[in-house]
Nanobody, 118 residues
């Protein structure tokens, strides 16, 4: 079983940057596809981006390409989300998730709040 814990959220002004980290525990981290999701106030949770065990990336939102970057360090069991040029619309709770070999987003962190002020 994979357990996930996000850190790095906070309050930032529009145009600023934040680095989110997600530490994973469990014997299968290196083989899991890892991803980031977010839920903005009053909206449904949405898929942001994911990364496979070999580094292949999939974006859920084209609008984030060029601003958000996902990476992973398998030696540290950690996945990162670098967020640049943040906009007020990026305000949300950001969740880290791990996918099973069957393609299901099975494991979730508790979420970290990101608030972007104008």
């Amino acid at each position: 079983q994979v357990q996930l814990a996000e850190t790095g959220g906070g309050l930032v002004q529009a145009g600023g940057s934040l680095l989110l980290s997600c530490s994973a525990s469990g014997p299968t981290f290196n083989s899991n596809r890892m991803g980031w999701f977010r839920r903005a106030p009053g909206k449904e949770r949405e898929f942001v981006v994911s990364i496979g065990n070999l580094g292949t990336r999939t974006f859920g939102l084209d609008s984030l390409k060029g601003r958000f970057f996902i990476s992973r360090d398998n030696a540290k069991n950690t996945v990162y989300l670098q967020m640049n040029m943040l906009q007020v619309e990026d305000t949300a709770v950001y969740y880290c998730a791990a996918q099973t070999s069957g393609g299901t987003w099975e494991y979730w962190g508790q979420g970290t709040q990101v608030t972007v002020s104008s």
